[in-house]
Antibody
Framework: QVTLRESGPALVNPTQTLTLTCTFS??????????VSWIRQPPGRALEWLAR???????YYNTSLKTRLTISKDTSKNQVVLSMTNMDPVDTATYYC????????????WGQGTMVTVSS | DIVMTQTPLSSPVTLGQPASISCRSS???????????LSWLQQRPGQPPRLLIY???NRFSGVPDRFSASAAGSYFTLKISRVEAEDVGVYYC?????????FGQGTKLEIK
């Protein structure tokens, strides 16, 4: 069974750096074609893709947020980590990690999400 | 970035009746490999999104056959043949043909 679970702080101060961890099971990020993305959803609003990391360590970022984002993986721990610098209240959202099924090019498995509030 | 425009934004439906949601892409979603990477996701209240349909019309594992989808050029449609109470939620189209992948703004399906 494939699962993903996000973890991280629920509250972040403005200007701080947010670090989120996605711990997954049921697949390996060393398998060709595998990738994990981070996607966020502000309250009551639509989904926004943030970043993706591939099995071969290729990394892709949302163009408008690229300077603030860093994605990495630890294959020994089955984890993907997202860092976002200079947090602002507009970054308040539920942050999801999801697996991209390569051949379908669709997000087939999602984590439950973690709500992050940016406030002083 | 490709803009995905969904209509309607809200759809009140009677239980047992059909429902239809449309999605239009700002550019063709035909990939150079010949595939169209358009998927549909369902987000029930308080839940993460769930994949329903991939590559225009393929139902994902476990998705009831009352869900179907089709395309005509850059216009994509998700249909529910007979709405059930568990279908309440927000539906999103998503394209992954062009980088970055982008989502529609969502269509809220609610029961009349």
């Amino acid at each position: 069974q494939v699962t993903l679970r996000e973890s991280g702080p629920a509250l972040v101060n403005p200007t701080q750096t947010l670090t989120l961890t996605c711990t997954f099971s049921g697949f390996s990020l060393t398998t060709s074609g595998m990738s994990v993305s981070w996607i966020r959803q502000p309250p009551g609003r639509a989904l926004e893709w943030l970043a993706r990391i591939h099995w071969d360590d290729d990394k892709y970022y949302n163009t408008s947020l690229k300077t603030r984002l860093t994605i990495s993986k630890d294959t020994s721990k089955n984890q993907v980590v997202l860092s976002m610098t200079n947090m602002d209240p507009v970054d308040t959202a539920t942050y999801y990690c999801a697996r991209l099924e390569w051949q379908q090019q669709a997000f087939d498995i999602w984590g439950q999400g973690t709500m992050v509030t940016v406030s002083s | 970035d490709i803009v995905m425009t969904q209509t309607p934004l809200s759809s009140p439906v009677t239980l047992g009746q059909p429902a239809s949601i449309s999605c239009r892409s700002s550019q063709s979603l035909l990939h150079s490999d010949g595939n169209v990477y358009l998927s549909w996701l369902q987000q029930r209240p308080g839940q993460p999104p769930r994949l329903l349909i991939y590559q225009i019309s393929n139902r994902f594992s476990g998705v009831p056959d009352r869900f179907s989808a089709s395309a005509a050029g850059s216009y994509f449609t998700l249909k529910i043949s007979r709405v059930e109470a568990e279908d309440v939620g927000v539906y999103y189209c998503m394209q992954a043909t062009h980088f970055p992948c982008t989502f529609g703004q969502g269509t809220k399906l609610e029961i009349k």
